[in-house]
Nanobody
Framework: QVQLVESGGGLVQAGGSLRLSCAAS????????MGWYRQAPGKQRELVAG???????NYADAVKGRFTISRDNAKNTVYLQMNSLKPEDTAVYYC?????????WGQGTQVTVSS
């Protein structure tokens, strides 16, 4: 089992920045990828950004150029730096870990961007 603890959400004005963190613990060997998803009210959960064990990254088109995902392997932590935030970024953000074939999810952290 892998446990995930997220932090860093909150309320910010449009144009502002937030940094999300997700620390993994437990059976953290052979993690294949880590990432962030988000779910806005009335919408499906969607991928925001992901990073593989080798460091390859991918981003949703809506956040490219504004968000940056990174990881600290020594701390088993993944980060999401969010800049130039927009009201449409408002959602609950979930940390995700893929340890093939298992998927693990954090409890979610609320990000609210006011206009």
């Amino acid at each position: 089992q892998v446990q995930l603890v997220e932090s860093g959400g909150g309320l910010v004005q449009a144009g502002g920045s937030l940094r999300l963190s997700c620390a993994a613990s437990g059976s953290i060997y052979s993690i294949n990828a880590m990432g962030w998803y988000r779910q806005a009210p009335g919408k499906q959960r969607e991928l925001v950004a992901g990073i593989t064990i080798s460091g390859s990254t991918n981003y949703a088109d809506a956040v490219k150029g504004r968000f940056t995902i990174s990881r600290d392997n020594a701390k088993n932590t993944v980060y999401l730096q969010m800049n130039s935030l927009k009201p449409e970024d408002t959602a609950v953000y979930y940390c995700h870990v893929l340890q093939i074939p298992r998927h693990y999810w954090g409890q979610g952290t609320q990000v609210t961007v006011s206009s």
